[in-house]
């Protein structure tokens, strides 16, 4: 094990990996060994076995937050909703104001197609966090796009896009085409079209060839 940390240190993960593994043979529950091994297969994107052992490491040490944490960011990559909700879920539970575990929550509910219950935690994460541009963004997102049509709500998908704004001096183009959307949903087109048109100007001369795709 003391071999293996070396390795990682060094940065040879693959090393690392293969000394981790041995000490696994010998006690295959040890939540350090299981924890440092999945840290290195994350970074060399192994996520699929990287969650194996990382969740092995929580049976043994169930109360680690940064373990959760990673798991949450593992499982949103390979599109893992359930599980990711339910990491994210224990999160809450452990600290009802992490509010990045909150959106991460609210992010799988939503992928469910959980959208109203998805919505109740964007509305407490803004709550906790008002000047949040990831919470602003994401409720205002929901409300303007939601295929749901009883959780759209336009006027208030503006009023979130625009406090969002607000924070990053109208200059971010994310979230100025997250407000166009809004715009457009509660009815104001002519609005959306110069937002758009902003957004689009300010990804251009920031060299961001992402939004100008998209739009």
């Known amino acids: 094990y003391a071999l293996a940390d070396s390795y990682r240190a060094q940065g040879e993960l693959a090393a690392a990996i293969k000394h981790y593994r041995r000490a696994l043979e010998i006690d ?18 192994e996520l ?28 949103s990559s390979l599109k893992q909703y359930p599980q990711m909700q339910a990491h994210a879920q224990s999160l809450v539970d452990f600290d009802a104001n992490d509010v990045i575990a909150r959106l ?11 959208y109203a219950d998805a919505l109740a935690h964007y509305r407490v ?51 100025l085409d997250t407000l166009a959307a809004a715009q457009a949903e509660a009815g104001e087109f002519e609005e959306a079209t110069e937002t758009l048109k902003s957004a689009l100007e300010i990804a251009t001369q920031s060299g961001d060839s992402r939004l ?4």
């Not at 699929?48 to 373990?67: F, K």
């Not at 929550?105 to 992928?111: D, N, R, S, V």
């Open 125 to 175: 994460a803004v709550e906790q966090q008002p000047d949040s541009v990831l919470a602003r963004n994401d409720i205002a997102w929901l409300l303007a796009t939601c295929p749901d049509e009883s959780i759209r709500d336009g006027r208030s998908a503006v009023r979130h896009a625009i406090a969002a704004c607000e924070v990053t001096s109208f200059r971010h183009p994310a979230i």
């Open 48 to 75: 699929p076995e990287a969650v194996v052992h990382l969740e092995r490491s929580l049976e043994g040490d169930p109360n680690n937050a940064d373990t959760r944490k990673r798991l949450v960011l593992i499982l």
């Open 212 to 215: 100008p795709t998209i739009i």
């Open 28 to 45: 295959p529950r040890q939540p350090r060994v299981n924890l440092d091994l999945g840290v290195c297969l994350m970074k060399l994107g």
């Open 104 to 114: 991460h929550l609210a992010h799988a509910l939503k992928k469910q197609k959980r």
